[in-house]
């Protein structure tokens, strides 16, 4: 069984066959220029930092056989699963729904919604289409993983004080052991992802586990 010794705050342990990887919202929408993040005002630079990072732990759960999970963060074209609330939010240059250079915001079947090329999934992996922050409201992605006995999950993916932090929060709440790879994710704010990063792993290890991807890589070669 690896052992990531290195993990903050404590060693943590886990099986590729009960373990899943779960990328959330690498999508078009807050990575490129011209979607949601960058209406929001921010710098999307950040996010696009993290790429290859990502890239290579989705390689690494590949082949090791995890169960691998994509999520994105969207709505239907009616938007009837977008309270007013979370879509008047604020004074963005452009709201969810509205026309943008890649389609309409945050809207499912947009080139905008579509997670980007460098992390495309692939045949037998699940992309979960979310309408909240985190990955468990309003989506199956809980009976998913009880299917397939899944008890650890490996969190990546934007942004982390957001639907990063958000589902590994809902995750935790539901009993799963969770682990975030604290290069292969990225907040526009960096100080929010420090933060976040010692939220989590503080008090015992309140929500979870950190660690970073080559201490992960180590542990699974070792
Ligand atoms: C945000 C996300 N920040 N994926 N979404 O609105 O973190």
Excluded at 166 to 180: F, I, V
Excluded at 181 to 192: K, L, Q, R, V
Excluded at 205 to 217: D, E, K
């Amino acid at each position: 069984m690896p052992i990531l010794a290195c993990a903050l705050p404590s060693p943590f342990a886990f099986e590729a066959r009960t373990t899943a990887l779960v990328v959330i919202d690498m999508q078009r929408d807050f990575i490129e220029p011209g979607g949601f993040g960058a209406a929001l005002g921010n710098d999307v630079s950040l996010l696009n930092a993290i790429v290859p990072d990502v890239a290579r732990l989705l390689r690494h759960a590949r082949e090791h056989g995890w169960f691998v999970v994509h999520t994105r963060e969207s709505h239907a074209a009616d938007l009837s699963d977008c309270p007013p609330a979370k879509r008047l939010r604020g004074r963005p240059s452009a709201r969810i729904g509205d026309e943008g250079p890649m389609g309409r915001i945050l809207v499912r079947g947009e080139p905008g919604n579509a997670i980007i090329d460098a992390l495309v999934p692939v045949g037998g992996e699940l992309v979960i289409d979310k309408p909240g922050k985190g990955a468990f409201y309003a989506t199956r992605l809980g009976e998913a993983l009880a299917q397939r006995g899944i008890t650890h999950l490996v969190f990546a993916g934007v942004t982390t004080e957001v639907c990063v932090q958000t589902s590994m929060r809902e995750a935790n709440d539901r009993g799963y052991d969770c682990l975030l790879i604290e290069d292969a994710t990225a907040s526009y704010f960096p100080a929010f992802k420090e933060a976040t990063l010692a939220m989590i792993r503080s008090q015992g290890g309140i929500v979870g586990w950190t660690a970073s991807l080559s201490q992960l890589l180590e542990s699974e070669t070792s």
